[in-house]
């Protein structure tokens, strides 16, 4: 990652350990953290629309690595916000069971991406410039299952979406873990 696109992430992530010391609720704190990524998500917008893409090496890699470590926030944080509307409260069995189901979910995405999951983890990169270049024609066909950050077709190639929910899910996989821990050990 670029020092200007790292000044950015660890501006973020200092913002994430601001909010969950000073949130009074966990509903407070997700909330911050959601606003956090999506304005740091814009400022990397305004860079890359400002400044554009050096060469095609560099628009892979903010396709493929960048947008993805910022835009993975938001759907994480989306995620846990979703957890909070829906779990229910007060019932041992049932957020147990509303756990499994997070973890099935999570699970239905890695089994029906599973190609392109192993594409990613093993470093391959022969498909690079299928998966992570801009296509010409963007405007003339959006996708069912855009995600909210994704508003702008020029800043979307055809698998970041991909990446972005994939680190998601990573992330969430360690939340639901210490979820189901604390419910298996009350």
Not at 112 to 141: K, Q
């Amino acid at each position: 990652m670029s020092p200007e696109y790292q000044e950015y992430y660890q501006q973020l992530l200092t913002a994430f350990h601001s909010h969950e010391e000073t949130s009074r609720t966990e509903m407070e704190m997700i909330e911050a953290c959601f606003k956090s990524s999506l304005d740091c998500w814009g400022k990397l917008c305004r860079l890359v629309k400002a400044n554009g893409f050096r060469d095609i090496r560099d628009e892979i890699c903010f396709f493929r690595e960048v947008k993805p470590s910022f835009a993975a926030y938001i759907e994480y944080y989306t995620f846990r916000y979703h957890a909070i509307l829906f779990a229910p409260s007060n019932d041992i069995l049932g957020m147990k069971q509303f756990w499994r189901w997070e973890e099935k979910k999570m699970q239905r995405f890695f089994d029906d991406n599973r190609e392109f999951c192993r594409y990613l983890r093993e470093g391959d990169t022969h498909r690079d410039t299928e998966y992570f270049i801009r296509v010409a024609d963007r405007n003339s066909t959006r996708h069912a299952g855009d995600l909210i950050h994704d508003i702008d077709n020029e800043l979307v190639s055809p698998k970041d979406p991909l990446v972005t929910i994939m680190k998601a899910y990573e992330l969430y996989e360690q939340f639901i873990k210490q979820k189901l821990l604390n419910y298996l050990e009350a």
